[in-house]
């Protein structure tokens, strides 16, 4: 059995200032973890994905995560804050590389605020 | 309790036929969407539905079909078309722009 616990449902950050977004997960067996954003009125958007390769994994729009087993972690960060991020997130945790047989397990969301 | 049922779990289609995955939500949500994921890929959009009777393609529309007759229904129809069908599908609900509910999967194989 896997689940995912992201720890935050709202997060909010100043324009400029550091994005930090959490995720726990449980699994089995060696997970593939993912990060989704979905903007308003929109599909979700694949952010970034881990699949037992390097550790700390680089995404699109300045976003990385960084697969931490010990901790059982993939908190999703970047840097500076932009308005355009304001959007929910989705941690996903699959248990068969990505190949999504019966294996995705979603978060719950984390919905990010930018204040101006 | 409120939720979302995608059936069926597996699915086996010949080559050369039209089939149909069914995804059902009684959470009264008004937009429902549909993704499909291939092994080493994320979830691409193929068609969502944001009121009844309306819908809009997604990324990767071409060979697939949907209907929203219903509030609570959003069938998505593989047809002969759709050159590569074998793949992961996954239903989605939500009742505004933030918050979605994720159905469990349809797992569809062509023999």
């Known amino acids: 059995a896997q689940s995912v616990t992201q720890l935050d449902s709202h997060v909010s950050v100043s324009e400029g200032t550091p994005v930090l977004l959490r995720c726990n997960y449980s699994?089995?067996?060696?997970?593939?973890l993912f990060w989704y954003v979905q903007h308003p009125n929109k599909g979700l958007q694949l952010l970034l994905k881990?699949?037992?390769?390097?550790?700390l994994v680089k995404g699109i729009n300045g976003f990385e995560a960084e697969f931490k087993k010990s901790e059982t972690s993939f908190h999703l960060t970047k840097p500076s804050a932009h308005m355009s991020d304001a959007a929910e997130y989705f941690c996903?945790?699959?248990?068969?590389?990505?190949?999504?047989?019966?294996?995705?397990?979603f978060g719950k969301g984390t919905h990010l605020i930018i204040q101006p | 309790d409120g939720g979302i049922t995608q059936s069926p779990k597996y699915l086996f289609r010949k080559e050369g036929q039209n089939v149909t995955l069914s995804c059902e939500q009684n959470?009264?949500?008004?937009?429902m969407y549909w993704y499909r994921q291939d092994p080493g890929q994320g979830l691409r959009l193929i068609y969502y539905?944001?009121?009844?009777?309306?819908?809009q393609k997604g990324d990767i529309a071409e060979g697939y079909s949907v209907s929203r007759e219903k509030k609570e229904s959003f069938p998505l129809t593989v047809t002969s078309a759709q050159k590569n069908p074998t793949a992961f599908y996954l239903c989605?609900?939500?009742?505004?722009?933030?918050?979605?509910?994720f159905g469990s999967g349809t797992r569809l194989t062509v023999v």
């Open positions: 959470l009264n949500h008004d937009a």
């Open positions: 539905s944001q009121i009844v009777n309306d819908f």
């Open positions: 989605a609900s939500s009742m505004s722009i933030y918050g979605y509910t």
């Open positions: 699994s089995s067996y060696s997970p593939s």
């Open positions: 881990y699949t037992s390769a390097a550790t």
């Open positions: 996903v945790v699959s248990d068969d590389s990505g190949g999504g047989a019966d294996g995705l397990t």
